[in-house]
């Protein structure tokens, strides 16, 4: 299980998509290691 997975920042962002925390949180996607871990984890389950 990653940290994204039950990240409080990851939820306020997905209720509210128009919010300065779901901007923020999209900013931090762009260059957090742990997220691209996390992507590459989902993406690896999907093709399994």
Do not use: I, V
């Not at 920042?9 to 957090?32: Q, V």
């Amino acid at each position: 299980m990653h940290a994204c997975d039950k990240c409080p920042l990851r939820r306020l962002a997905e209720k509210r998509p128009g919010s300065f925390l779901a901007r923020l949180w999209r900013w931090h996607t762009g260059w957090c290691p742990g997220w691209k871990r996390y992507q590459k984890a989902l993406s690896q389950k999907e093709n399994a």
